[in-house]
């Protein structure tokens, strides 16, 4: 069955994450396709990818065929494209021209099926056959085909490589880092001393490379850029055209993160920065089958779903064996803002912040008293602001300062500061027409929340970056007509040095889903490093030196994908997990200097990364963040529960003891809410563990609220797990609504008996919660229509997805009354069903579907759905679970919409591609039953029990639900408690 997912399939822009080289870019769809027209469309199906099973083969212990598992997917592959000739839809595989190591596009022809990373194909077929294919057997998701876009100073040592390589010397060798870009620049010496060598096994750096658009070398300069932060190499050919300034580490600053590791170079954009969908997975898959140790993904979309084929080819490249570092993305300020394929769940997710080699200049109002002082980011390539004499004078407002006639009608800026707001054309296109214009300086305000910084072309005047907020100060100074200010400023020519920070661009989580992202981030502002020398100058990163500054998560990305090659150089055996898992747990917390508060968990995911801590772990929190989603506690007390464990890698054993560190609600969008807080409690047990040598130990952390007392907002912190030489951290989140649903655990009746020869009886009942009454309603019509207590096996029921152990069974492993019940067990990346295979036929009045449960599944990732459906095709969700549900609970849902008619039943299992399956049991339905009633209200009380006085001979049935009192002075109803039975038989 094909998962749910959030977006229409429409395709969108997705471009590379180099920040602000244009001053605002929109993401424009690709024009859709009409019923008729052939699309491209990707494919995915349900069977898992050759990569993650061998991974989970091979940490089971057990044997794997790959050659002969990839037969059966491409068999499988056929086997669709013939099922589509029979329904007769004429479709046809994709074949994508190609070219490898150095030659242009045109000397191979790739078929766009993909069988390692991700399971899946691209084919050309009518963009109406969408509703169709997505139904077929096997298939998990379809979309369109993406157009994509393009979106080291003192950053190396500020995230503590050098010292890696000092204390370990360890600098990347033996690692391999594909860099999925606009391509790599082979004859540049930062990868090269020998410009005639292409890529290959003989090149020093760049030992494979493959062309998926035309032309072979990279003359856009991202890729470049990104592929020497990553990895360039000072000693292959660090001879002119760059300072050859020292660190005082002895190690050239022009050095990448891991300046020995190998490149494989994937051209997935073209000059323009644009590629397709098809490409990038393409690039993926085939970088995870041949093994690469990291891959580096600079680029992202404003398309959010992480099902989509980029995000499931990044969670399949990491279950493969590749760690796969992905930028957040630069449409920050605001929550919310991550896009895929950053949003992909085992994605290593990166935002950016500054560094403390940037120098931070500001201007003050001289004229206002006090005067008032504004910081400004100077773009990259920027003079620095002259000290004698320093530039003070009036500024005039230009708008978007694009063309000479934004200038016309306005006060001459020759001699003047010109003002500019963002938006529409380039930085580079706002600062060149300022300068012809005779300005001193330019100010570009945003245009949007927050900071602004970003990358330009070189300029003779200095060009500062300000804030939406000191745009707004200093345009009320200025006249409507002339544009002039009645105020003068003065650019300071005395630098400060920032501590690091947030940059304003870097896109900020959660996602849609409510997970927590970026999980780290890295320097993304102002980073200098190689790139390419041709190409369109105003239109790229090409500078006649060889080497640019540039700002933007596409920077800050390769620093992680470098660290991450260090981490595993020093540690062969660790899963990419594992690594993620070090860079998170030892990375350091960021605070905004602004007002001295940390940062949110949704601007800095776990913090900056240390590569020296990482490496030097002793232990690992394997769940390096968790978030526990949306939770609708409208009137009542809900609770919360996730377990965590520690694994030990150092060899000797060690006690955590554990701690809750609140968040202290900063956050963008006004919705956070600081910790502690009434109606918000935490508990960590036990409080302490031991970790055995090169064992593990578990805990778990129960969050309960009570949403009659806790507002709605978004509430964080962090896990501390803290030993005498180190501590671990995992961020937490949780979002709590009110949505009108009355939430949590219902009244448990208590059984009156069989039988009453008076009439007179009283219904007593328990509640665990702060209920502010009680409605009790009573029927003498209740019919069963349908149960199963699995005792006689899956004769009823139809399995659907895949086979195997996770499929639904009967199984005696847990049963609530009998001894069997269903279940689908707990593995990777998996979509099962347990269908009814005839439809019911429910009388008019209401109805109920009911059964019990056992669930331990991993929250907000594995998701159990109940659903009910009138034609077996269009699936109604009537509820779902996820987390640990600790012993057997009874749950109900109404079907009284589907009364007077037929209703199928399902029960559908959906897993994430975790790789620790065995860390989760699955998901157990037993008892399960369907009736049909017709209650009536007896009342409303306020105590726990009611007297039911001189009722007539019949059976009677009842239930129960609290009511609760709600901000906003409403009743909200709660869950229905089990039904009781009692007969009145007076003598």
Same mark, same amino acid.
């Given at each position: 069955?094909?998962?749910?997912? /959030?977006l229409?399939?429409?395709?969108v822009?997705v471009m590379?994450?180099?920040?602000?080289l244009?001053?605002?870019?929109?993401?424009?769809?690709?024009?859709?396709?009409?019923?008729?027209?052939q699309?491209?469309?990707?494919?995915?199906f349900? !069977?898992?990818?050759?990569g993650?099973?061998?991974? /989970?083969?091979?940490?089971?212990?057990?044997?794997?065929?790959?050659?002969?598992?990839?037969?059966?997917?491409?068999?499988?592959?056929?086997?669709?494209?013939?099922?589509?000739?029979?329904?007769?839809i004429?479709a046809s595989?994709?074949?994508?021209s190609?070219?490898?190591?150095?030659?242009?596009?045109?000397?191979?022809?790739?078929p766009?099926?993909?069988?390692?990373?991700?399971?899946?194909m691209?084919?050309?077929?009518?963009?109406?056959?969408?509703?169709?294919?997505?139904?077929?057997p096997?298939?998990?998701?379809?979309?369109?085909?993406?157009?994509?876009?393009?979106?080291?100073?003192? @950053?190396v040592?500020?995230? !503590?490589?050098?010292?890696?390589?000092?204390?370990?010397d360890?600098r990347g060798?033996?690692q391999?880092?594909?860099?999925i870009?606009?391509?790599?620049d082979?004859?540049?010496?930062?990868?090269?001393?020998?410009?005639?060598?292409?890529?290959?096994?003989?090149?020093?750096?760049?030992?494979?490379?493959?062309?998926?658009?035309?032309?072979?070398?990279?003359?856009?300069?991202?890729?470049?850029?990104?592929?020497?932060?990553?990895a360039?190499d000072?000693?292959?050919?660090?001879?002119t055209?760059?300072?050859?300034?020292? +660190?005082?580490?002895?190690?050239?600053? #022009?050095?990448?993160?891991?300046?020995?590791?190998?490149?494989? =170079?994937?051209?997935?954009?073209?000059?323009?920065?644009?590629?397709?969908?098809?490409?990038?997975?393409s690039?993926?898959?085939?970088?995870?089958?041949?093994?690469?140790?990291?891959?580096n993904?600079?680029? $992202?979309s404003?398309? &959010?779903?992480?099902?989509?084929?980029?995000?499931?080819?990044?969670?399949?490249?990491?279950?493969?064996g590749?760690?796969?570092?992905v930028?957040?993305?630069n449409?920050?300020?605001?929550?919310?803002t991550?896009?895929?394929?950053?949003?992909?769940?085992?994605?290593?997710t990166? $935002?950016?912040?500054?560094?403390?080699g940037?120098?931070?200049?500001?201007v003050?109002?001289?004229?206002a008293?006090?005067?008032?002082?504004?910081?400004?980011?100077?773009?990259?390539?920027?003079?620095v602001p002259?000290?004698?004499?320093?530039?003070?004078?009036k500024?005039?407002?230009?708008g978007?300062g694009?063309?000479?006639? &934004? %200038?016309?009608?306005?006060?001459?800026?020759?001699?003047?500061?010109?003002?500019?707001?963002?938006?529409?054309?380039?930085?580079?296109?706002?600062? %060149?027409?300022?300068?012809?214009?005779?300005?001193?300086?330019?100010?570009?305000?945003?245009?949007?929340?927050?900071?602004?910084?970003?990358?330009?072309?070189q300029?003779?005047?200095?060009?500062?970056?300000?804030?939406?907020?000191?745009?707004?100060?200093?345009?009320?100074?200025? +006249?409507?007509?002339?544009?002039? @200010?009645?105020?003068?400023?003065l650019?300071?020519?005395n630098?400060?040095?920032l501590?690091?920070?947030?940059?304003?661009?870097?896109?900020?989580?959660?996602t849609?889903?409510?997970?927590?992202?970026?999980?780290?981030?890295?320097?993304?502002?102002?980073?200098?490093?190689?790139?390419?020398?041709t190409?369109?100058?105003?239109?790229?990163?090409v500078?006649?030196?060889?080497?640019?500054?540039?700002?933007?998560?596409?920077?800050?990305?390769?620093?992680?994908?470098?660290?991450?090659?260090?981490?595993?150089?020093?540690?062969p055996?660790?899963?990419?997990?594992?690594?993620?898992?070090a860079?998170?747990?030892?990375?350091?917390?960021?605070?905004?200097?602004?007002?001295?508060?940390?940062? @949110?968990?949704?601007?800095?995911?776990a913090?900056?990364?240390?590569?020296?801590?990482?490496?030097t772990?002793?232990?690992?929190?394997?769940?390096?963040?968790?978030?526990?989603?949306?939770?609708d506690?409208?009137?009542?007390?809900?609770?919360?529960?996730?377990?965590?464990?520690?694994?030990?890698?150092?060899?000797?054993?060690?006690?955590?003891?554990?701690?809750?560190e609140?968040? +202290? =609600?900063?956050?963008?969008?006004?919705?956070g809410?600081?910790?502690?807080?009434?109606?918000?409690?935490?508990?960590?047990?036990?409080s302490?563990?031991?970790?055995?040598?090169?064992?593990?130990?578990?805990?778990?952390?129960?969050?309960?609220?009570?949403?009659?007392?806790?507002?709605?907002?978004?509430?964080?912190?962090?896990i501390?797990?803290?030993?005498?030489?180190?501590?671990? !951290?995992?961020?937490?989140?949780?979002?709590n609504?009110?949505?009108?649903?009355?939430?949590?655990?219902?009244?448990?009746?208590?059984?009156?008996?069989?039988?009453?020869?008076?009439?007179?009886?009283?219904?007593?009942?328990?509640d665990?919660?702060?209920?502010?009454?009680?409605?009790?309603?009573?029927?003498?019509?209740?019919?069963?229509?349908?149960?199963?207590?699995?005792?006689?096996?899956?004769?009823k029921?139809?399995?659907?997805g895949?086979?195997?152990?996770?499929?639904?069974? /009967?199984s005696?492993?847990?049963?609530?009354?009998?001894?069997? @019940?269903?279940?689908?067990?707990?593995?990777?990346d998996?979509?099962?069903?347990?269908?009814?295979? *005839?439809?019911?036929?429910?009388?008019?009045?209401?109805?109920?579907?009911?059964?019990?449960?056992?669930?331990?599944?991993?929250?907000?990732?594995?998701?159990?759905?109940?659903?009910?459906?009138?034609? =077996?095709?269009?699936w109604?969700?009537?509820?779902?679970?996820?987390?640990?549900?600790?012993?057997?609970?009874?749950?109900? %849902?109404?079907?009284?919409?589907f009364?007077?008619?037929?209703? %199928?039943?399902?029960? /559908?299992?959906?897993?994430?591609?975790?790789?620790?399956?065995?860390?989760?049991? =699955?998901?157990?339905?037993? &008892?399960?039953?369907? *009736?049909?009633?017709?209650?009536?209200?007896?009342?409303?009380?306020?105590?726990? *029990?009611y007297?039911?006085?001189?009722?007539a001979?019949?059976? #009677?049935?009842?239930?129960?639900?609290?009511?609760?009192?709600?901000?906003?002075?409403?009743?909200?109803?709660?869950?229905?408690?089990?039904?009781?039975?009692?007969?009145?038989? !007076?003598?």
């Amino acid at each position: 069955m094909t998962k749910t997912t /959030r977006l229409a399939y429409v395709p969108v822009a997705v471009m590379l994450l180099l920040a602000l080289l244009l001053a605002s870019f929109t993401a424009v769809p690709i024009q859709a396709a009409s019923a008729d027209e052939q699309a491209t469309l990707i494919v995915q199906f349900q !069977r898992a990818a050759a990569g993650p099973a061998q991974a /989970r083969a091979r940490a089971a212990g057990e044997a794997f065929d790959l050659a002969g598992y990839t037969s059966e997917l491409l068999a499988d592959h056929d086997e669709f494209l013939s099922d589509l000739q029979a329904q007769g839809i004429s479709a046809s595989l994709v074949m994508l021209s190609a070219g490898e190591n150095g030659a242009d596009v045109g000397q191979l022809s790739i078929p766009a099926q993909w069988t390692f990373a991700i399971n899946g194909m691209a084919i050309e077929a009518p963009s109406s056959a969408m509703t169709a294919i997505r139904s077929m057997p096997g298939v998990q998701h379809v979309e369109l085909n993406q157009e994509l876009h393009a979106l080291l100073a003192e @950053s190396v040592p500020y995230v !503590r490589a050098p010292e890696v390589w000092a204390e370990f010397d360890a600098r990347g060798e033996g690692q391999t880092i594909a860099d999925i870009d606009t391509g790599i620049d082979w004859t540049h010496p930062s990868f090269t001393n020998n410009p005639a060598l292409p890529p290959g096994p003989d090149h020093p750096k760049v030992k494979y490379y493959m062309t998926y658009t035309a032309g072979a070398t990279d003359d856009f300069g991202h890729g470049t850029h990104v592929g020497a932060t990553i990895a360039g190499d000072k000693d292959l050919g660090y001879t002119t055209g760059v300072s050859s300034e020292i +660190d005082d580490l002895g190690t050239s600053l #022009y050095n990448g993160v891991a300046p020995k590791a190998d490149l494989w =170079g994937y051209k997935v954009l073209t000059a323009a920065g644009s590629g397709l969908t098809v490409s990038i997975v393409s690039a993926i898959d085939d970088a995870a089958r041949r093994g690469a140790k990291v891959i580096n993904l600079s680029l $992202g979309s404003t398309n &959010d779903d992480p099902n989509s084929a980029n995000s499931k080819a990044v969670d399949g490249a990491m279950a493969s064996g590749s760690v796969v570092a992905v930028a957040a993305g630069n449409s920050g300020p605001g929550y919310s803002t991550i896009g895929t394929p950053a949003t992909a769940r085992l994605a290593l997710t990166v $935002g950016a912040t500054t560094d403390p080699g940037d120098n931070q200049y500001s201007v003050v109002d001289t004229t206002a008293s006090p005067q008032h002082r504004m910081s400004i980011n100077l773009f990259s390539n920027s003079p620095v602001p002259p000290s004698d004499p320093p530039i003070e004078d009036k500024y005039v407002f230009v708008g978007e300062g694009c063309t000479p006639l &934004d %200038y016309a009608g306005k006060e001459p800026v020759l001699g003047k500061i010109a003002l500019i707001k963002r938006g529409t054309c380039t930085f580079t296109a706002k600062a %060149y027409l300022a300068q012809e214009q005779g300005a001193d300086a330019v100010l570009i305000y945003n245009n949007v929340s927050g900071e602004l910084s970003g990358s330009m072309e070189q300029t003779r005047i200095p060009v500062g970056a300000l804030s939406d907020a000191s745009g707004a100060y200093l345009m009320q100074f200025v +006249d409507t007509v002339t544009g002039l @200010s009645s105020h003068s400023v003065l650019f300071d020519p005395n630098p400060t040095v920032l501590a690091g920070q947030i940059t304003g661009f870097s896109s900020r989580g959660p996602t849609d889903d409510y997970r927590i992202k970026p999980d780290v981030v890295a320097p993304g502002n102002t980073v200098t490093a190689a790139t390419t020398k041709t190409g369109v100058p105003t239109a790229s990163m090409v500078s006649a030196s060889g080497y640019t500054t540039a700002g933007g998560t596409s920077m800050a990305t390769p620093h992680v994908a470098g660290a991450s090659a260090l981490v595993r150089q020093l540690h062969p055996d660790w899963t990419p997990f594992e690594v993620k898992a070090a860079l998170m747990n030892t990375a350091r917390q960021l605070t905004d200097p602004a007002d001295g508060r940390l940062y @949110s968990i949704m601007d800095q995911g776990a913090g900056l990364i240390d590569v020296m801590a990482a490496s030097t772990a002793k232990g690992l929190l394997l769940e390096p963040s968790h978030s526990f989603g949306e939770v609708d506690s409208y009137g009542g007390v809900v609770t919360r529960k996730a377990t965590f464990r520690i694994q030990d890698v150092s060899g000797s054993d060690r006690s955590y003891k554990l701690t809750f560190e609140p968040g +202290d =609600g900063k956050n963008r969008d006004g919705q956070g809410r600081a910790l502690p807080a009434e109606g918000f409690d935490v508990a960590l047990k036990p409080s302490t563990v031991r970790v055995p040598a090169n064992g593990e130990a578990e805990f778990t952390l129960t969050v309960t609220v009570d949403g009659a007392q806790l507002p709605a907002g978004d509430y964080e912190g962090r896990i501390a797990a803290t030993a005498s030489d180190q501590t671990l !951290r995992a961020p937490i989140f949780y979002r709590n609504v009110h949505k009108g649903v009355a939430t949590g655990e219902p009244p448990t009746l208590t059984d009156p008996g069989d039988t009453s020869t008076t009439g007179d009886y009283t219904l007593d009942w328990t509640d665990v919660r702060k209920s502010a009454a009680y409605r009790v309603q009573e029927t003498s019509q209740v019919a069963t229509v349908f149960t199963d207590d699995a005792e006689a096996g899956l004769g009823k029921w139809s399995v659907g997805g895949t086979a195997g152990p996770a499929a639904w069974s /009967r199984s005696s492993a847990r049963a609530h009354g009998g001894t069997y @019940s269903f279940a689908a067990r707990q593995a990777p990346d998996q979509s099962n069903t347990l269908t009814l295979k *005839s439809p019911l036929s429910l009388p008019a009045g209401s109805a109920a579907l009911s059964f019990w449960t056992y669930y331990d599944t991993e929250p907000t990732f594995d998701i159990g759905y109940i659903e009910a459906s009138r034609d =077996g095709k269009s699936w109604t969700v009537l509820g779902s679970l996820d987390g640990l549900s600790e012993g057997w609970l009874y749950e109900e %849902y109404d079907l009284s919409a589907f009364a007077g008619g037929p209703v %199928y039943i399902r029960f /559908r299992h959906e897993t994430d591609l975790v790789f620790d399956a065995g860390f989760y049991e =699955g998901w157990y339905v037993d &008892d399960v039953a369907v *009736s049909s009633a017709s209650w009536t209200t007896l009342g409303d009380v306020k105590t726990s *029990s009611y007297q039911v006085k001189s009722q007539a001979n019949g059976a #009677y049935h009842y239930r129960v639900a609290a009511l609760f009192n709600t901000p906003d002075a409403k009743r909200a109803q709660g869950p229905w408690s089990n039904v009781v039975d009692i007969t009145v038989q !007076r003598p």
